[in-house]
């Protein structure tokens, strides 16, 4: 069973041949054999999840399937709101926090007859690149359990990488689902920002974070995206008119779409092997029918600073609300109003969210603002206009979603420079509001698994999802599994 894609799971539960509890269950001892290893999961919620997969399973017995994915188990990254499950973002800050409202995608996954079997590890409010920064520890990599899984959404691409889960979701306020999924060989969509409701997204930067799922192969990407996607009316920026519909069709061949390839992102600080990786994947793809040509990334020396101003602006305005007072952690020998907010926003929050509420803070501030936010916001608007620009040329661009393959727990940490330059060929996507999927595409010489990402116009994942089937039916890297002691 822990071979099936959930399209496939869901097709089995449906035909008979075990039930939605079955596979809720064995799911749920996997989790607890196999995570003591990983960290990937937070919350397991076992007594929830089987309760629900006997509802799901009557739905389905009386012929009422509601969805591709209807008695398929799946885990949630720890800042998405479950109504009376705690949600933490990995925080002290949240501990012991429990919404009392679904975000809008659980919501959906609930109507389209999905199970939610647990929480899963990130860095705190989504703020770092390895899931390291996190409360409950750093997530292990399922191919080297001395390596990260990437982050912020790294116990999402483990889980699934591990099969703990067949699906899950994550966020991606910079790449968080991409680079993960490039360190643990799964597969991962980043939405065009307003396509997928944020409500109950806890936030980190408004105008940047966007959920996502994260899945073996893009068939079931697609299925996720499908349920989680469409308009909704409380959230304004969800402008979506109604949810994607992803057919499963066409020839197997891409009849001369054209693709970009940034040769500025090839040039230095990316891992040899990780080059030849993505350039060999963009060779499948030319083989495949597609017309591929190099092109220079302009202002690709912008998109790291503008990037870190404005999540960092958007960050510390957002946490203002973790004051001590309303919910949340609150210190405890806090004496006056003022100890209040001080002390426990010191204790409840890490090193990595206080770095990101300070430069947040200082860039707002009066006589800083114009130097340095405005600033960054025209850049932002500079990339936004080379994007269009690009899009009348190509239907889409090719890059490395990461310049290495994952590093050993510890090494960068105490380097936020080095973590942050990791977002060089993601976070460009969020600052335009662009999709982007990421697939599997080769392996390093020590067997940690390469990705690269395809970037497309606005909406346009029905696209990008056809070009990912195409390079999928001709290799199979989505398709292996990290051995040893996890199988």
């Known amino acids: 069973m822990f071979d099936m894609s959930g399209l496939k799971l869901s097709r089995a539960i449906k035909a008979g041949e075990l039930s939605s509890e079955e596979a809720t269950a064995s799911y749920i001892k996997r989790i607890e054999k196999t995570d003591g290893l990983l960290n990937a999961f937070v919350r397991l919620c076992a007594e929830k999840a089987i309760v629900r997969s006997r509802e799901v399973q009557k739905q389905i017995d009386d012929g009422n399937i509601p969805s591709d994915l209807a008695g398929v188990p799946?885990?949630?990254?720890?800042?998405i709101s479950t109504a009376d499950i705690e949600t933490s973002c990995a925080s002290k800050m949240l501990k012991g926090y429990k919404p009392v409202f679904n975000a809008t995608v659980v919501d959906k996954l609930e109507r389209a007859g999905m199970i939610v079997i647990g929480k899963l590890n990130m860095d705190e409010f989504a703020m770092g690149g390895s899931s390291e920064t996190g409360v409950f520890g750093e997530v292990h990599n399922p191919w080297d359990v001395s390596r990260v899984a990437g982050g912020s959404s790294g116990g999402s691409a483990a889980a699934v990488a591990a099969r703990e889960i067949p699906v899950s979701l994550g966020t991606d306020t910079g790449g968080s689902i991409r680079q993960p999924c490039s360190?643990?060989?799964?597969?991962?969509?980043?939405?065009?920002?307003?396509?997928?409701?944020?409500?109950?997204?806890v936030a980190f930067a408004s105008s940047l974070d966007q959920i996502g799922p994260l899945g073996r192969d893009i068939d079931d990407c697609a299925a996720l995206l499908s349920i989680i996607s469409g308009p909704d009316e409380k959230d304004s920026t969800c402008v979506i008119e109604k949810p994607f519909n992803f057919s499963n069709t066409g020839n197997n061949r891409l009849n001369g779409i054209a693709i970009g390839i940034p040769r500025n992102y090839f040039a230095s600080g990316i891992d040899p092997e990780v080059k030849d990786a993505v350039l060999m994947a963009a060779g499948e793809i030319e083989a495949a029918g597609g017309h591929v040509e190099e092109f220079e990334m302009p202002l690709a020396d912008y998109v790291i600073p503008a990037y870190y101003i404005i999540g960092s602006a958007e960050a510390s305005s957002n946490l203002l609300r973790f004051d001590g007072l309303k919910y949340g952690y609150r210190?405890?020998?806090a004496k006056t109003l003022n100890d209040v907010y001080r002390i426990s926003r010191s204790?409840?929050?890490?090193?990595?969210?206080?770095?990101?509420?300070m430069m947040g803070s200082f860039v707002l501030s009066s006589g800083y603002y114009d130097a340095y936010y405005k600033k960054a916001l025209q850049a932002r608007s500079l990339i936004?206009?080379?994007?269009?620009?690009?899009?009348?040329?190509?239907?889409?661009?090719?890059?490395?979603?990461?310049?290495?393959?994952?590093?050993?727990i510890g090494e960068n940490i105490d380097d936020p420079m080095k973590m942050y330059m990791g977002d060089m060929y993601t976070a460009s996507v969020n600052m335009a509001g662009l999709p982007s999927i990421a697939l599997?595409?080769?392996?390093?010489?020590l067997g940690m698994p390469i990705g690269f990402q395809l970037i497309g116009n606005a909406f346009s994942e029905e696209k990008l999802i056809g070009v990912g089937r195409?390079?999928?039916?001709?290799t199979d890297y989505h398709a292996k599994i990290p051995g040893g002691v996890l199988l």
Not at 350 to 356: A, H, M, T
Not at 470 to 474: D, E, G, P, T, V
């Open 347 to 357: 204790e409840g929050f890490g090193i990595e969210v206080k770095r990101r509420i």
């Open 384 to 408: 936004k206009n080379a994007y269009s620009k690009l899009f009348e040329k190509f239907d889409m661009i090719l890059s490395p979603t990461a310049p290495s393959t994952a590093y050993k």
């Open 331 to 333: 210190a405890k020998n």
């Open 183 to 201: 360190f643990c060989g799964v597969t991962g969509i980043k939405p065009t920002y307003g396509a997928v409701s944020r409500y109950g997204a």
């Open 440 to 445: 599997p595409c080769g392996f390093d010489r």
């Open 470 to 474: 195409i390079y999928q039916s001709r």
């Open 74 to 79: 799946i885990a949630l990254k720890d800042n």
